[in-house]
């Protein structure tokens, strides 16, 4: 399995960007699905999740300016992003919880595309 992100840039303060994650490959069913984002000498955190019926939950510092959806006909998460602050810069990553079979489950990790947000 694959998970392939895209659609980062370079954009200034209070633009929006939505970055898209297609999972490809042998996958009976994906069931929750996240962006994580890594700043420079941060640590890596959890940025939104969304299950396989579309409940989310977010970071309070995105709150109200991000939102996580999915098509489950292309495996595909999106984070629609508005709103962009200096301080949202970093590389985003997108991981998904992959069902392989009844009871065999798997976290898979993109590589990540870079939002750069300047002000």
């Known amino acids: 399995v694959q998970l392939q992100a895209s659609g980062g840039g370079l954009v200034q303060a209070g633009d929006s960007l939505r970055p898209s994650c297609a999972a490809s490959g042998r996958i009976f069913k994906i069931n929750d699905m996240r962006w994580h984002r890594q700043a420079p000498g941060k640590q890596r955190e959890l940025v939104a999740t969304?299950?396989?019926?579309?409940?989310?939950d977010y970071a309070d510092s995105v709150k109200g300016r991000f939102t996580i959806s999915r098509d489950n006909t292309k495996n595909t998460v999106y984070l629609q992003m508005n709103g962009l602050k200096p301080e949202d810069t970093a590389v985003y990553y997108c991981a998904a919880d992959v069902q392989h079979g009844p009871n065999y489950e798997f976290e898979y990790w993109g590589k990540g595309t870079l939002v750069t947000v300047s002000s």
């Open positions: 969304i299950t396989r019926g579309g409940n989310t």
